[in-house]
């Protein structure tokens, strides 16, 4: 007989199950959550679809910024991968602005039940100021943060190299560690494993060792 070692996190069951403007209104779910947010068009539907290995889990929309909703999936019944409306979207009104603000603010502030977020940033362009604020105010808030650089589909690129390398030169005049970042492709699924393996862990910390076989 055969026995194939898998390390890392098979994904058996991904649905999308509601979605929230009020964090209030959140479902006071026992799961731990992991929360996506970057700027509009980053590729964050992209890359949780490829994540999850499904084609349309989280719509691909045409139309950026256009969702300011807290939408749910549930992952195995075993965490929850929560998609957080993108900031940084010239179009949006300052109320549109205000809300998203609040909204954001108060989730990442306040839900119990988050673990980690992950914040996406674009590899193909410079470091843009709007990201940068956002790291510093999680730093600033000791909010547990991973970085997933988008759109490597060229991960060895000078592009992507001197990018992310300028990124992280730019979070360092700030502060004296970086957080755990990834180089990831939603066309190539570049970086998927290890960002699975990542969340993995992540989520079997939660569990505190309890059940680790059933992901
Ligand atoms: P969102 O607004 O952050 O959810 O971004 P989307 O997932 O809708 O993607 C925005 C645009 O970037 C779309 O045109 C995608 O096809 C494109 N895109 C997303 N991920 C990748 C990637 O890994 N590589 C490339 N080349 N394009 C991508």
Same mark, same amino acid.
């Given at each position: *007989?055969?026995?194939?070692?898998?390390?890392? *996190?098979i994904?058996k069951?991904?649905?999308?199950?509601?979605?929230?403007?009020? &964090?209030?209104?959140c479902? %006071?779910?026992?799961?731990?959550?992991?929360?996506?947010?970057g700027?509009?068009? &980053?590729?964050?539907?992209?890359?949780?679809?490829?994540?999850?290995?499904?084609?349309?889990?989280?719509? &691909?929309?045409?139309?950026?910024?256009?969702t300011?909703?807290? =939408?749910?999936f549930?992952? =195995?019944?075993?965490?929850n991968?929560? /998609?957080?409306?993108?900031?940084?979207?010239?179009?949006?009104?300052?109320?549109q602005?205000?809300?998203? /603000?609040? *909204?954001?603010? =108060?989730?990442?502030?306040?839900?119990?039940?988050?673990?980690?977020?992950?914040?996406?940033? /674009?590899?193909?362009?410079?470091?843009?100021?709007?990201?940068?604020?956002?790291?510093?105010?999680?730093?600033?808030n000791?909010v547990?943060?991973?970085?997933?650089?988008?759109?490597? /589909?060229?991960?060895?690129?000078? %592009?992507?190299?001197?990018?992310?390398?300028?990124?992280n030169n730019?979070?360092?005049?700030?502060?004296?560690?970086?957080?755990?970042?990834?180089?990831?492709?939603a066309v190539? =699924?570049?970086?998927?494993?290890?960002?699975?393996?990542?969340?993995?862990?992540? &989520? %079997? %910390?939660?569990?505190?060792?309890?059940?680790?076989?059933?992901?």
């Amino acid at each position: *007989m055969l026995f194939i070692y898998f390390h890392g *996190m098979i994904i058996k069951y991904a649905e999308y199950t509601a979605s929230y403007v009020d &964090v209030k209104k959140c479902p %006071e779910a026992k799961l731990p959550e992991f929360s996506f947010i970057g700027r509009s068009n &980053v590729g964050k539907s992209s890359l949780i679809n490829s994540l999850c290995g499904r084609k349309a889990l989280s719509k &691909v929309s045409k139309t950026p910024g256009k969702t300011q909703t807290i =939408n749910f999936f549930d992952i =195995n019944h075993r965490f929850n991968l929560v /998609d957080l409306p993108g900031y940084g979207f010239a179009k949006k009104s300052k109320t549109q602005r205000d809300q998203w /603000d609040n *909204m954001i603010r =108060n989730y990442i502030l306040h839900r119990e039940q988050l673990r980690y977020v992950a914040l996406l940033i /674009d590899a193909r362009i410079p470091p843009q100021q709007s990201d940068l604020d956002f790291c510093n105010w999680m730093g600033k808030n000791n909010v547990p943060f991973i970085i997933l650089f988008t759109k490597s /589909d060229k991960p060895g690129s000078r %592009e992507v190299i001197t990018n992310t390398q300028n990124f992280n030169n730019r979070l360092l005049e700030n502060w004296t560690a970086l957080p755990p970042s990834f180089i990831t492709s939603a066309v190539s =699924n570049y970086g998927r494993e290890s960002v699975l393996d990542f969340i993995h862990q992540a &989520v %079997e %910390e939660y569990y505190q060792g309890g059940d680790r076989l059933s992901l």
